[in-house]
């Protein structure tokens, strides 16, 4: 049973930074794709960030120059640094690796930006 954890969330200021993390147990972390995902008030659920095993990153257009996705395979913890927030990254956050077919989720953590 692979289970995500996330943490770091809070509210900041337009233009502030925050550094969200995610640790998960019951897979073999070092060997698997991560990935950051957002959901805004009121939209669907959307894929911010991968990082492969090897270390490929890929972003979102809207978040392309701004976040920065990271992973301590020793640690079992992918990152994702943000900078320059803006109003319309408020979302909750969410971690998501997908084992044996399946899609397994974190609880999420919340990230309010304010104007």
């Known amino acids: 049973q692979v289970q995500l954890v996330e943490s770091g969330g809070g509210l900041v200021q337009s233009g502030g930074s925050l550094r969200l993390s995610c640790v998960a147990s019951g897979s073999i972390f070092s060997v698997k794709t991560m990935y950051w995902y957002r959901q805004p008030p009121g939209k669907q659920r959307e894929r911010v960030a991968t990082?492969?095993?090897?270390?490929?990153?890929n972003y979102a257009d809207s978040v392309k120059g701004r976040f920065t996705i990271s992973r301590d395979n020793r640690k079992n913890t992918v990152y994702l640094e943000m900078n320059s927030l803006k109003p319309e990254d408020t979302a909750i956050y969410y971690c998501n690796q997908v084992f044996n077919g399946r899609n397994y989720w974190g609880q999420g953590t919340q990230v309010t930006v304010s104007s």
């Open positions: 990082i492969t095993s090897l270390g490929s990153t």
